[in-house]
Antibody, heavy 117, light 104 residues
Framework: EVQLVESGGGLVQPGGSLRLSCGASGFTFSSYEMTWVRQAPGKGLEWVSFIGSGGTPIYYPDSVKGRFTISRDNAKNSLYLQMNSLRAEDTAVYYC??????????WGQGTMVTVSS | EIVLTQSPGTLSLSPGERATLSCRTT???????FGWYQHKPGQAPRLLMY???RRATGIPDRFSGSGSGTDFTLTINELEPEDFAVYYC?????FGQGTKVEIK
């Protein structure tokens, strides 16, 4: 079964850091581009990072550039998101998603990140 | 930056009716990077359409996508109870703000 499973979410204070992980199974992870997408409470979907199948290219929106770092370990079938200098507005459910043919075809169930003192 | 604007914000319909959702972009875009998603509370988003008009694996044929340039449409024929959800359009990294299809 093709599957993505996120982990690493939780409660963190403003200015703190958190590292999210996404484990992939059921497909050749190293062949696919991957992304992180988030949904803040009561809001829509917002893309937060992209990484090519081999680790490049990497893209971020301005809202997280310089604070978030996406990476992957193809040997471990894993995707990561290092989040630093977290703000209240980063509170959201974070999804990892596989990108193919210009769309995000497989999504994980999401992991909740809450930034609050 | 291309902005995607979806309309209406909320669509109130009864099961069996047809839903027509619109997504307009601020610049002409290529169909190849255009998609539609269904999202229900507590679940992962689900890809419905890619390439603007191609159904993703396992998507029923009551879902159809059309459009080009700056105007795109998702049509759901004969709404089933499980179709009531929020729908998002997407181009590259950008999502629209969503259209909620609710039971009338």
């Amino acid at each position: 079964e093709v599957q993505l499973v996120e982990s690493g979410g939780g409660l963190v204070q403003p200015g703190g850091s958190l590292r999210l992980s996404c484990g992939a199974s059921g497909f050749t992870f190293s062949s696919y581009e991957m992304t992180w997408v988030r949904q803040a409470p009561g809001k829509g979907l917002e893309w937060v990072s992209f990484i090519g199948s081999g680790g490049t290219p990497i893209y971020y929106p301005d809202s997280v550039k310089g604070r978030f770092t996406i990476s992957r370990d193809n040997a471990k079938n894993s995707l990561y998101l290092q989040m630093n200098s977290l703000r209240a507005e980063d509170t959201a459910v974070y999804y990892c998603a596989r990108r193919v043919l210009g769309a995000f075809d497989i999504w994980g169930q999401g992991t909740m990140v809450t930034v609050s003192s | 930056e291309i902005v995607l604007t979806q309309s209406p914000g909320t669509l109130s319909l009864s099961p069996g009716e047809r839903a027509t959702l619109s997504c307009r972009t601020t610049q002409s875009v290529t169909n190849s990077n255009f998609g539609w998603y269904q999202h229900k509370p507590g679940q992962a988003p689900r890809l419905l359409m890619y390439g603007a008009s191609r159904r993703a694996t396992g998507i029923p044929d009551r879902f159809s996508g059309s459009g080009s340039g700056t105007d795109f449409t998702l049509t759901i024929n004969e709404l089933e109870p499980e179709d009531f959800a929020v729908y998002y359009c997407q181009h590259y990294w950008t999502f629209g703000q969503g259209t909620k299809v609710e039971i009338k």
